[in-house]
């Protein structure tokens, strides 16, 4: 029972759609009609408006963490459970016909909550990339390739599993990037769309 709570938890917590609600809020309309069309911080960036890219990729990523640290206060597997099923949330929300974002964010706040090591090295990697590249896209592939990679020596090896499967989600949700990034059509970070 404690197990289907976590994920049913999780799932929920994960699927609230933060960029449509703060775009809306602020009158701009449906994100999902812009850029990308998905409902993430960096589409909600195309908007032009920063501050609400960066409260977009601050309550994304809160809502991992919650669920990863309110359900992991009960047991550490129930953590996982619920960080993952927010993760899942973000990517398949209910309310929008289970077309979600690419779950960068919410990746980045559940490894906030299960192992924060692993959340600053994801923190430099991006930034890393992002600096020297200006792709949104290929910061957090680089990233997702690397963490994994690190938590299989910083974590568990449940905490490293998760991770090694949540980066091959990232990955996957990323193909149509991968394609425009090898055929130099990939939208830069900032650019308005």
């Known amino acids: ?26 009158g701009l309309g449906d994100v999902r ?9 960096t589409n909600v960036l195309r908007t032009g408006n920063k501050s609400l890219a960066a409260a977009t990729l601050l309550l994304d990523a809160l809502k991992g963490t919650a669920a990863a640290l309110v359900a992991g206060h009960f047991s550490p ?21 289970f077309r979600g974002g690419k779950g960068v964010a919410t990746y980045l706040g559940v490894l906030i909550g299960l192992a924060w090591q692993g959340a600053l090295l994801f923190a430099v990697v991006w930034l890393a990339m992002a600096f020297l590249f200006r792709y949104s896209s290929l910061a957090a592939l680089a990233a997702a390739v690397v963490v994994p990679v690190a938590l ?14 949540m980066s091959l989600i990232v990955i996957a949700k990323h193909r149509a990037n991968i394609s425009r990034l090898l055929a130099g059509t990939e939208g830069k970070i900032g650019a308005k769309g």
């Open 1 to 26: 029972m404690g197990y289907a709570i976590a994920l049913i938890f999780g799932y929920l917590l994960g699927s609230i759609p933060f960029g449509l609600l703060i775009t809306r809020a602020a």
């Open 33 to 41: 009609k812009i850029g990308s069309g998905n409902i993430g911080a």
């Open 77 to 97: 597997e129930f953590g996982l459970l619920a960080g993952f099923a927010a993760f899942l949330g973000h990517l398949f929300p209910v309310w929008l016909g």
């Open 152 to 165: 299989y020596f910083i974590a568990t090896p449940q905490v490293a599993g998760l991770f090694a499967v």
